[in-house]
């Protein structure tokens, strides 16, 4: 427990994200939990499902999922969090913080939520209607026949036309959506802001240090070109809507948490300086 002690306290923080994530990974992996599991911590947007945005950010089905996820947590997340420290020993008045770590859970979370939330409407307002309307195009139609024979031809046709449809809409199915990638992103991208001057390498496999956001540029590129070519191994919408998120509390959160604090904290918990 050594380690554990002497880390930061957003290390720390991060950790134990880690930990619940490991948690519900190893609830996927008893057989009798699989169906409550694919209800409950997956978020498909036709399932009419809202809870679903908040428990499938913490949800892996795949241990490289999660340990690449906790992995990138554990490396920008104390980042992120050191950042929100910094801001908030700008607020004036000064606003006392006994800790951090409710600003960074409601950072991560909301992350999390905002990318889901991206991915969602994606897979509702486009790529639905897109299936919906190949399937009813003309050439899924049934033709009517006179004949007997037209009959048999049609009826081949239409079993041809209708295995590549399905084929086609099993490759542009809709597919649930998990994992904290989404929310990961958005710590990624604040830290790459915040910290400009840092470098960053792979650990597997080792590479040589590039700048922050070098580094992070190319990510957001490669899941735009996902996006944009409909790539399904990953889910590019909520990799950009996290992104997104990041980049906007970057330039706003710490303003917005400060007033919020302010909205709703008791006086005494502001002090202001006086000349001695």
């Not at 906790?70 to 607020?91: M, N, R, T, V």
């Not at 006994?98 to 991915?119: D, K, P």
Request: with cysteine; aromatic share 14%.
């Amino acid at each position: 427990m050594q380690p554990f002690a002497d880390a930061s306290e957003g290390k720390r923080l991060c950790w134990k994200i880690c930990l619940f994530n490991a948690a519900v990974w190893l609830a996927w992996k008893a057989k009798r939990f699989k169906g409550p599991m694919m209800v409950s911590f997956t978020h498909n947007p036709l399932s009419g499902l809202s809870y679903t945005l908040l428990t499938s950010m913490f949800s892996h089905r795949s241990f490289i999922h999660l340990a690449c996820n906790c992995l990138a947590l554990e490396s920008f997340g104390s980042a992120a969090y050191y950042y929100l420290i910094k801001e908030e020993d700008k607020a004036a008045p000064v606003q006392l913080e006994s800790s951090a770590a409710w600003h960074f859970l409601a950072f991560f979370v909301s992350a999390g939520l905002f990318s889901g939330l991206v991915s969602h409407v994606v897979s509702a307002k486009v790529l639905y209607p897109r299936i919906v309307a190949q399937l009813s195009s003309p050439t899924n139609v049934v033709k009517t026949t006179d004949t007997w024979a037209a009959a048999v031809a049609a009826s081949a046709e239409t079993a041809k036309t209708a295995a590549t449809a399905t084929a086609n809409t099993a490759a542009r199915g809709i597919l649930p959506s998990l994992g904290a990638s989404g929310a990961v992103y958005g710590a990624v991208t604040m830290t790459a802001l915040a910290f400009p001057e840092s470098e960053v390498a792979l650990f597997i496999p080792p590479s040589f240090p590039i700048n922050i956001q070098y580094g992070v540029g190319g990510l957001l590129l490669l899941d735009v070109i996902g996006a944009m070519r409909g790539w399904r191994y990953f889910d590019h919408w909520a990799h950009l809507g996290g992104a997104a998120f990041g980049i906007a509390y970057y330039a706003y959160g710490p303003a917005f948490w400060t007033n919020l604090r302010k909205s709703f904290d008791p006086p005494g918990n502001m002090s202001s300086t006086s000349p001695s």
